[in-house]
């Protein structure tokens, strides 16, 4: 008998049960009763105060998605974006980014101090100089507005250059470019475009950022500085001030986000709402403060900067009044891959540190190279730089393939490559021991750069509760559909069929079929079946928080964070299995060794979401979770730790 033969009528027999009290087997009727109670919590938990826009929004069919990392939190393979490896680079675009990889390498060797620029606390006047006659400042900006017009991978190829030689260099080419004008190129009217980029482009003009404030740090929404219209309503008049902002004492323009009235056409309430502008300090009204004192990227400058009555032409606004939001949301998600490329670049500078040491220091009449310790932290580093460059290019691919829902996947790659990258950079000087923690070296300064990248361009915590929020939500959204769809079967055999098909054998203790093997080299078979056991383990975890805690789920940080870990390590698994099984279908002379990495990485990925899933539930772990909060909150109560000192005074 065909399949959905049989999965209809257990569906019907599912609804009847309810309706009139046939029994089902234990298992069926359990299966059923938590889709209703899934979906219809979700959809009851709002009725009380919008019955009818609850509805109205339960009928709308949920968005369906290409993001490989959306489709997981429904324990689906969206293997479009991500099986094979992507390649997007023309003859043309290879050629032409070949012809500049040489050119940039040369200059940071030659022309670059990262430590004399560290000790000055400002990019020397002469690698500036030399920086804009190499086009460094208009990477991305398009070849008729005077920039040197690169995709995304072209772009990620060379920040990557930078970033294995001086991050305090890369974050003033970064805040420029990856975020200071970024939302000129994806939001701007041909006139603004025009009008901008190409003194931008030439380096002319320096762009900065700027959304974060005192007190609005990661809650971005909240912020302060307001923008009124004019009498006249020919300007906005902005008013307020702007923290920590990379190239704030240099910029000439600026990405502001501010508070604007807007009225809801709907409900003629005027609420307020985020927008964005482009200003010019040439506005008027328009100063900073002196470059902040940090404990890394010492080079680029980070100022806050001040708004008094700055008047900014109606035109400046970027994309909508009130859809500032979006467009702050968006630059960073567009800008998130460059850090991961410039972070692969950045940990291959440790990897050759602690190599060219381990070579050549020896201890106990043996080379370090020779020792297990050793041995572990050099192909750990490894593995983690080859997961952080795959997961790098894989987004830029997808990016200039056209991707749009890619912001999992960015999030993703921004958390992965700045811990990492922590991570080798302290494993490197750990190798080199004394000789690493000398300044001289070059390490103690890559290992104070790099600290900031876990806490700017959104904090790791809070990108970790974006990436569990967004894949939970889309998941959250198809079983309301489902709930949708039982209360009328016949119509819905499509969605119910797979959904029900795939519930039934999971409760049967089956697995449902899902399979990678097909997308990979046979080499790696193992770890393609590993890979697709934890998609389908995440997917019934996710099913199974929903149902629990509806939409408190968004309460249960230290759940969540289980849950994005362990989509960070499914990602993970997916970028490096692709790639590898790519360089073993191309023969490629690394391919042993990137498919050795692969297993490896893959096995004890699997045990760690494994672990990180079972932490989601179990009572163990829920128990711990509420005995941590209360150890912090008695601390926070007392105001400091609480315990007797051990000798008693
Ligand atoms: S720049 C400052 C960095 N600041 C941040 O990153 C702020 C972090 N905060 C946030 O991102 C948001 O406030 C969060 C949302 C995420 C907390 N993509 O109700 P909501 C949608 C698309 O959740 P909130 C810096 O550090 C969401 O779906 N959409 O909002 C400089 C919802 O839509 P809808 C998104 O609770 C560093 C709506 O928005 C996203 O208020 C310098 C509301 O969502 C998203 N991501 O908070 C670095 N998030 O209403 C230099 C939310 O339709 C660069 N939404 O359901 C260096 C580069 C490397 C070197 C390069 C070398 C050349």
Same mark, same amino acid.
């Given at each position: 008998?065909?399949?959905?033969?049989?999965?209809?009528?257990?569906?019907?027999?599912?609804?009847?049960?309810?309706?009139?009290?046939?029994?089902?087997?234990?298992?069926?009727?359990?299966?059923?009763?938590?889709?209703?109670?899934?979906?219809?919590?979700?959809?009851?938990?709002?009725?009380?105060?919008?019955?009818?826009?609850?509805?109205?929004?339960?009928?709308?069919?949920?968005?369906?998605?290409?993001?490989?990392?959306?489709?997981?939190?429904?324990?689906?393979?969206?293997?479009?974006?991500?099986?094979?490896?992507?390649?997007?680079?023309?003859?043309?675009?290879?050629?032409?980014?070949?012809?500049?990889?040489?050119?940039?390498?040369?200059?940071?060797?030659?022309?670059?101090?990262?430590?004399?620029?560290?000790?000055?606390?400002?990019?020397?006047?002469?690698?500036?100089?030399?920086?804009?006659?190499? &086009?460094?400042?208009?990477?991305?900006? =398009? +070849?008729?507005?005077? @920039?040197?017009?690169? $995709? %995304? /991978?072209?772009?990620?190829?060379?920040?990557?250059?930078?970033?294995?030689?001086?991050?305090?260099?890369?974050?003033?080419?970064?805040?420029?470019?990856?975020?200071?004008?970024?939302?000129?190129?994806?939001?701007?009217?041909?006139?603004?475009?025009?009008?901008?980029?190409?003194?931008?482009?030439?380096?002319?003009?320096?762009?900065?950022?700027?959304?974060?404030?005192?007190?609005?740090?990661?809650?971005?929404?909240?912020?302060?500085?307001?923008?009124?219209?004019?009498?006249?309503?020919?300007?906005?008049?902005?008013?307020?001030?702007?923290?920590?902002?990379?190239?704030?004492?240099?910029?000439?323009?600026?990405?502001?986000?501010?508070?604007?009235?807007?009225?809801?056409?709907?409900?003629?309430?005027?609420?307020?709402?985020?927008?964005?502008?482009?200003?010019?300090?040439?506005? &008027?009204?328009?100063?900073?403060?002196? =470059? +902040?004192?940090?404990? @890394?990227?010492?080079? $680029? %400058? /980070?100022?806050?900067?001040?708004?008094?009555?700055?008047?900014?032409?109606?035109?400046?606004?970027?994309?909508?009044?009130?859809?500032?939001?979006?467009?702050?949301?968006?630059?960073?998600?567009?800008?998130?891959?460059?850090?991961?490329?410039?972070?692969?670049?950045?940990?291959?500078?440790?990897?050759?540190?602690?190599?060219?040491?381990?070579?050549?220091?020896?201890?106990?009449?043996?080379?370090?190279?020779?020792?297990?310790?050793?041995?572990?932290?050099?192909?750990?580093?490894?593995?983690?730089?080859?997961?952080?460059?795959?997961?790098?290019?894989?987004?830029?691919?997808?990016?200039?393939?056209?991707?749009?829902?890619?912001?999992?996947?960015?999030?993703?790659?921004?958390?992965?490559?700045?811990?990492?990258?922590?991570?080798?950079?302290?494993?490197?000087?750990?190798?080199? &021991?004394?000789?690493?923690?000398?300044?001289?070296?070059?390490?103690?300064?890559?290992?104070?750069?790099?600290?900031?990248?876990?806490?700017?361009?959104?904090?790791?915590?809070?990108?970790?509760?974006?990436?569990?929020?967004?894949?939970?939500?889309?998941?959250?959204?198809?079983?309301?559909?489902?709930?949708?769809?039982?209360?009328?079967?016949?119509?819905?055999?499509?969605?119910?069929?797979?959904?029900?098909?795939?519930?039934?054998?999971?409760?049967?203790?089956?697995?449902?079929?899902?399979?990678?093997?097909?997308?990979?080299?046979?080499?790696?078979?193992?770890?393609?079946?590993?890979?697709?056991?934890?998609?389908?383990?995440?997917?019934?975890?996710?099913?199974?928080?929903?149902?629990?805690?509806?939409?408190?789920?968004?309460?249960?940080?230290?759940?969540?964070?289980?849950?994005?870990?362990?989509?960070?390590?499914?990602?993970?698994?997916?970028?490096?299995?692709?790639?590898?099984?790519?360089?073993?279908?191309?023969?490629?002379?690394?391919?042993?060794?990137?498919?050795?990495?692969?297993?490896?990485?893959?096995?004890?990925?699997?045990?760690?979401?494994?672990?990180?899933?079972?932490?989601?539930?179990?009572?163990?772990?829920?128990?711990?979770?509420?005995?941590?909060?209360?150890?912090?909150?008695?601390?926070?109560?007392?105001?400091?730790?609480?315990?007797?000192?051990?000798?008693?005074?």
């Amino acid at each position: 008998m065909h399949k959905s033969a049989q999965i209809l009528p257990l569906c019907q027999r599912a609804l009847a049960s309810k309706t009139f009290g046939i029994n089902i087997s234990p298992r069926l009727s359990s299966l059923i009763s938590r889709y209703r109670s899934t979906a219809t919590a979700t959809v009851e938990d709002n009725v009380t105060t919008a019955q009818t826009e609850v509805k109205k929004k339960a009928e709308i069919k949920p968005k369906e998605t290409k993001s490989f990392a959306m489709n997981l939190f429904r324990g689906r393979v969206m293997s479009d974006e991500v099986f094979p490896y992507p390649e997007v680079l023309t003859n043309e675009q290879k050629e032409m980014l070949q012809a500049l990889i040489d050119p940039t390498a040369k200059f940071f060797e030659e022309q670059n101090d990262a430590l004399k620029n560290d000790a000055l606390e400002k990019v020397e006047d002469h690698v500036m100089e030399g920086l804009k006659a190499l &086009g460094a400042f208009g990477l991305q900006v =398009p +070849e008729e507005l005077g @920039g040197v017009g690169l $995709s %995304n /991978t072209q772009y990620a190829r060379l920040v990557e250059i930078v970033g294995s030689h001086d991050l305090g260099v890369g974050i003033t080419l970064g805040a420029h470019q990856s975020i200071g004008f970024k939302g000129i190129l994806l939001f701007g009217t041909p006139e603004q475009k025009a009008q901008y980029l190409p003194k931008l482009a030439s380096g002319e003009n320096m762009a900065a950022y700027c959304l974060t404030e005192p007190a609005s740090g990661s809650d971005a929404a909240s912020a302060k500085c307001r923008a009124e219209l004019s009498p006249d309503g020919k300007h906005f008049i902005l008013n307020g001030s702007k923290l920590w902002i990379s190239n704030g004492g240099l910029a000439e323009i600026f990405t502001v986000f501010a508070q604007t009235p807007v009225k809801d056409e709907k409900t003629g309430e005027t609420k307020d709402k985020l927008s964005a502008f482009i200003v010019e300090r040439s506005f &008027g009204g328009v100063s900073n403060g002196p =470059p +902040e004192k940090k404990m @890394g990227i010492k080079a $680029s %400058n /980070t100022a806050e900067v001040y708004f008094e009555d700055c008047p900014i032409p109606v035109e400046n606004v970027l994309g909508e009044v009130g859809g500032g939001f979006k467009v702050a949301m968006n630059v960073l998600n567009n800008g998130r891959f460059g850090m991961a490329a410039a972070l692969s670049g950045t940990m291959n500078y440790c990897i050759q540190k602690a190599i060219e040491h381990a070579s050549q220091r020896t201890q106990f009449k043996k080379k370090l190279s020779d020792f297990g310790s050793i041995q572990e932290k050099i192909a750990r580093m490894v593995m983690v730089q080859y997961v952080t460059e795959s997961m790098a290019y894989m987004l830029s691919a997808n990016m200039d393939q056209g991707a749009t829902e890619f912001q999992i996947e960015a999030a993703i790659s921004k958390v992965y490559a700045s811990e990492a990258a922590w991570f080798c950079a302290d494993e490197a000087v750990q190798i080199l &021991g004394g000789m690493g923690y000398m300044r001289d070296c070059g390490l103690e300064r890559v290992v104070r750069d790099l600290r900031i990248f876990r806490i700017f361009e959104g904090t790791n915590e809070i990108l970790r509760l974006l990436v569990a929020l967004t894949g939970m939500n889309h998941a959250g959204e198809h079983l309301r559909q489902l709930q949708k769809a039982l209360e009328n079967p016949l119509a819905n055999v499509g969605t119910l069929f797979g959904a029900a098909g795939t519930r039934a054998k999971r409760m049967a203790g089956m697995s449902t079929g899902l399979s990678l093997t097909q997308y990979v080299h046979k080499d790696l078979t193992t770890s393609a079946d590993q890979t697709a056991k934890a998609i389908e383990n995440f997917g019934f975890t996710v099913e199974d928080l929903l149902t629990k805690y509806k939409k408190n789920i968004i309460n249960e940080q230290f759940i969540l964070n289980r849950v994005s870990d362990s989509a960070i390590d499914i990602y993970a698994m997916v970028c490096v299995l692709s790639r590898a099984s790519r360089s073993l279908s191309n023969g490629l002379e690394s391919a042993k060794h990137e498919s050795t990495i692969c297993q490896v990485f893959c096995d004890e990925a699997s045990q760690k979401i494994e672990k990180n899933l079972k932490l989601t539930h179990s009572a163990g772990s829920l128990k711990n979770y509420k005995q941590l909060a209360q150890i912090s909150s008695d601390v926070m109560e007392n105001n400091g730790t609480i315990q007797e000192h051990p000798l008693g005074f």
